[in-house]
């Protein structure tokens, strides 16, 4: 009985396979679902596109090779991968990490109501903020890498952790409501103002915009010393210096403010002598003045 059903079976796959054009025995080799699915577009025809996606496949079948190129690995550090260049790197991105926990720590400190002192630690982020773009091109490490690491760092501690210290600072001097919204947009105008920089060519000689540096900057000083204003003073103030770092007005770069005559720098030397808080209000006010400024002047000569 067996070698009659052997020899049926022979004869059964040389008819279909002169039936198909041709086709040897070795197509008994062809995996069942193979078989299967063939049998089903011989009977039926094309099948749907649908019908298709869900039949079943051997795990003894290789997956289909895909048409995507394989993903390229991307150094961090661009250029030779050398001891020395590996530790100059490190230590930027520790600068920047750096300002990235002192934030959190202004952040913890604010919590507990340690305003003064969480504005200090602000102004530490602003110091390691330009320590680290400093040593990046100082040592020859500046990197796509290191560029969206201070991206970052900058959103957590000029862009989350101002906005909370001055929340902080704000608690019984107005409603919380109006110094949630205040603080929420300079939240926001940070991020806006980042993620605008990040891609926007770069103008040696001026930003656009106050850039969150700076504002921060000028909200952890507040803070710190003290501003004898009405709370709702200083709620308008930041909310205008949320608007000021999203807009399109140029703001003079430190590099071009040192260049200024001494004469000018003095003055605001004197007056801290004999008003600290008074000539830091008046110097604020100038630089957000300045902006509309320079640019009434740019569309004049343009």
Known sequence: MRRSSTFARQVLLVRVGRRDGGATPATDMVAPDQRRTDRQRRRYGRLDPEAEAVLPVSPALAPAAADEAPAMSIPLLPGARTAARRAK????????????????????????????????????????????GALARKLGVASPFGAQMDSLADMCSFGIAAPVVVYASLAGSVRPAAAAVACALVAACAAIRLARFNVSPKDGRFFCGVPTTMAAAVLALTVAIGLPVPGLVLVAGVALLAFAMVSSFPYAKLARLVKLPAWLWLAPVVGALIDIRLTFALVVVGYLVSGPVLWLHQRRTA
């Open 89 to 132: 790197f490190a230590l930027v991105n520790a600068a920047t990490l750096s300002s990235l926990l002192l934030g959190m720590l202004a952040i913890f400190l604010a919590m507990r109501g340690e305003v003064r002192s969480a504005a200090l630690c602000l102004i530490a982020c602003v110091v390691f903020d330009g320590l680290d």
